[in-house]
């Protein structure tokens, strides 16, 4: 025991030392992030000292029979494949729970000088059958959460459940570049800097979840106490395990023969198969380490391992819990008249029943387990389903569940699309989780009234994404298959990256391609940075865009939807969106402002051409056409509707919403 307080204490002392930065390729964050750590709690200096002071005379009880872990996976997501399925997560923990049970049949590639040394770690890792709450639960939460693009310790730890009953797992999507240059794969504190506390647990990326990754092993060895075998290099304290040989660096493939370190007696080729270094032959643990994580379990995990705990979170034995709804949408996105299916993932024991309801659907309520819907209008529609048992009853509604688009081309020749009003279909630019659109202004516009704008001046949502989706396009009828638009940005520090791109979907929204984009300083209409608010004050601020669609030409259905994705910079404007080739007559220029004007009560053109003025619905259903110079609009029901106006050779549309 007294080597093992001696270890801890160098251990605490490693943890102290400058960060050195010494991989350069896909890498674990642990030191970086306890460094950070370190730098923004100064306090947790010294919440360690005590913790060292008070185990100097500790005597570790001993350790037999497997101890349990419960565990919770927080998939942090934008909707993307960052979200991934049950079965990943499933699969992980498989894997987890065969490496730290020395199960793994790769042990067979172990080198016989380290085969005595495998050891089987005796912990076993459960998803959590009951939350916090009480309610049942299959152990995997699924949180919308912009910050799975940036992979920032607090933002995405917001809804961590009790760190001394469960280990939070958060997969998140992108986590970055480490200080000196490595992509970082995953990290976790040591128990000594975080146990108990909300940021105590391991952050990892979505595609290391699976069967055949050992990134989730490799963290779980530091949540449990265990440093990297390249610790402190070849010197005498290493990692501070007395059988895992010195290692200089970070070892990566297989590389048998190295022998990085000759400080040792005997001087032993580098221990590669350890899943605490870097290589790509990981396939065990050793007796030290389970001795070392044994100690650390025992002054900082015991709560976790209990009897009392293994009960309350629903890992063994019988328990009652109360029914928790939840479902997933098949496609978020569907044309009108689709059949969607809605898959009911609700957490229960027992018998329950359902109840469903459902806006606009047709049927509008169901008590299926897992009901078949379609909706006849485009629009951005809510779910809800509640579930009752015994008197007890629960509801969740997820207010933007499914996106409805047109079934029918709405633009079939050429189309100038500008918004003539601030209110517009919601299905043109559904609200993310968050409630934040595209939304129209008129506060700047290359063509006056109004141009489609995001608020993204000081508003801390870096990687929140937001769309806006053009009327579905016929694009045989255009005769220039290309898109035209304008727009303006600007740079607020420079520190991050917005981005505008264009996709395109022909299956009515259930894929999109990209088409183009641009990014940082490529994407900024303006030199230099701009320390407020950003508004185009003239032309020039502007920058136009062509992106050629000629690859679509033959399609019927074509959806385009611009993106933009926030990089915590500044504001951006769209407008003057045109499909086909330059308008002319309809179409405003330098020379022709815009000859359409729409009023509450009618819509009146100007011009020299007589045109034919067109009322559709949403989905593209005719309301009624007049050729001449004026279409009243008395009397219309409250909804989304399209205007169009053609001469016989160009058209505009513009979406208009009746309140």
Sequence with gaps: MRMMRRAWLIVLGMVLLPFSGK??????????????????????????????????????MPEGGVRIIPVVVHIVHQNGAENISD??????????????????????????????????????FRLAGIDPAGNCTNGIVREYNPATDQGADAAIKTNYWPTNKYLNIYVVKRIGNSSSGGIILGYAYLPFMAAGEPHDGIVILASEMNSFS????????????????FQS?????????????????????????????????????????????YSSCQAMFTHGQKQRVDYYHQIYRTVLTSAANLQATGVVGTYSCKPLP????????????????????????????????????????????????????????????????????????????????????????????????????????????????????????????YSLMVENYQKNNAGEELSYVLPPVDMRLLDEKTLRFKYAHARYD??????????????????????????????????G??????????????????????????????????????????????????????LTGLGPDASQPSQVVITSDAVRVMGRRLPVIELLHADGRLVKRRRGRSLPLNGLPPGAYLVRVSDGVSARVWPVHVK
Aim: some cysteine.
């Design 23 to 60: 991989a350069q390729q896909p890498w674990c964050a642990q030191e970086e992030m306890t460094h950070r750590l370190l730098e923004k709690d100064p306090q947790v200096v010294a919440r360690v000292q005590a913790r060292a002071a008070a185990q100097q005379n500790a005597a570790p």
């Design 87 to 124: 079965t990943y997560v499933h699969q992980a923990i498989e894997r987890l729970n065969k490496d730290f049970r020395a199960m793994n049949s790769d042990t067979s590639m172990v080198r016989s000088m380290f085969k005595p040394l495998i050891a089987d770690m005796n912990f076993e």
């Design 214 to 229: 050992r990134t989730l092993t490799h963290e779980v060895g530091h949540y449990l106490g265990l440093l990297h075998t």
């Design 233 to 277: 290099g070849c010197t005498s304290s290493g990692d501070g395990v007395d059988d895992t040989p010195p290692v200089a660096n970070p070892n990566f493939g297989c590389p048998w023969s190295v022998n990085s370190c000759h400080t040792d007696s005997p001087d032993l080729k580098d221990q590669i198969e350890n899943y605490m270094d």
């Design 326 to 449: 939840q479902f997933e949408v098949s496609e978020p996105a569907v044309c009108t008249q689709t059949p969607l299916t809605i898959t009911n993932t609700s957490q229960y024991q027992g018998n329950v029943s359902f109840s469903w309801d459902f806006p606009g659907a047709t049927p509008s309520t169901s008590t299926d387990e897992a009901p078949t819907v379609t909706y006849a209008n485009p629009g951005v529609y809510p779910i809800s389903l509640t579930v009752s048992q015994n008197g007890y009853s629960r509801t969740y509604t997820r207010q933007q569940a499914v996106v409805v688009y047109p079934s029918t081309p709405l633009i079939n020749h050429q189309a100038w699309l500008e918004p003539v009003t601030p209110n517009i279909a919601d299905w043109m630019t559904p609200p993310n989780p968050a409630g934040r659109k595209w939304k129209v202004v008129s506060s700047a516009a290359y063509s006056p009234p």
């Design 494 to 527: 420079g520190r991050g990256q917005d981005l505008l791109a264009v996709f395109v979907s022909t299956d009515c929204g259930k894929t999109w391609r990209p088409k183009w984009f641009a990014s940082g300083s490529q994407l900024a209409t303006i030199q």
């Design 529 to 582: 940075l701009y320390l407020r608010s950003f508004v185009p004050s003239s032309l020039s601020d502007w920058d136009s865009v062509t992106v050629d669609l000629s690859a679509y030409g033959n399609e019927p259905n074509v959806l385009i939807r611009f993106l933009f994705r926030s990089g915590g910079q500044n504001n951006i404007y769209l407008d003057d969106i045109q499909l086909g080739r330059n």
